[in-house]
Each structure stands twice: as C-alpha cells, then as structure tokens.
C-alpha cells in the first residue's frame, strides 16, 4: 500500500452460509471444510500449514459496508468497529487509481471530511491493537 493505493488484487469465493457458520463455530475444522478452496490450498502453500494442522481463531471485527454510485465509480464505504476504536475507509476498485484518488480526495475536502491515507489493512490493524 502506497499513498492509500493498494494494488494487491482481492481473491475471493462464495462460501455455503452453512459452512461459513460451522467454521466461525469451530474455526480448526475451517482447513478440512474448505480443503477445495484456492484460497485455503493458497493459505497451505505460503504459510506451510500440514494437512493435521487447524486453525485457532484470535478474535475479530466487525464491518459494515455501504456501496455508493459516484461519478462512474463504485465507492464502498467501511465502517469497522474493533475493541479499540472505529475506523472508516473509502474502498473503490479501479483501472485507473491516481485519477480516481483525486477525485474522491476533492469529495472529502469539498464536504470538509478529514482524512489519511491507510497504511495497513483491517487485519493488520487488528492484529496491532490500535487504531491507525
């Protein structure tokens, strides 16, 4: 992450809710329910998980996502809440991200809304314990 660029390309799939709610319950059996899951084969391969291991869950956020139309762009609005503080983020995926950037930077100071660059992910964030 650069200047509040990422261009690290998201890799998602579909989860069964079903699924999904077994492995909040039990989060070791999250390798072996989703053991076909690029992502998981992916987690394997660069963290050198073994088949035997599982996964232990350290807490979590929670995060509330609001989509908005603007100007040909798609703007995702986060509002995410960790134990220590809320944080919001403006998220818009783009071909074109400099032009786009200063766009919505002309967004926010037209409509006099404070604001930084982010230089972690919400992970990262939750995992140091504070926020930016």
Do not use: H
């Amino acid at each position: 992450m650069s200047d509040g660029i990422s261009r690290v390309e998201e890799q998602e799939e579909p989860v069964d809710p079903r699924i999904g709610r077994m492995c909040v319950a039990e989060p070791s059996q999250l390798l072996g329910l989703l053991e076909s899951s690029k992502i998981i084969q992916r987690v394997r391969r660069e963290y050198g998980v073994g088949e035997s291991e599982g996964l232990v869950c350290l807490g979590g956020f929670r995060n509330v996502r609001q989509v908005f139309d603007w100007k040909g762009l798609k703007l995702e609005l986060d509002e995410t809440i960790y134990d220590f503080g809320t944080s919001y983020e403006i998220e818009c995926e783009s071909k074109e991200p400099e032009k786009d950037k200063r766009l919505i930077e002309g967004l926010l100071k037209d409509n006099g809304i404070e604001f930084s660059y982010s230089e972690a992910n919400k992970f990262a964030v939750f995992r140091s314990g504070k926020l930016p």
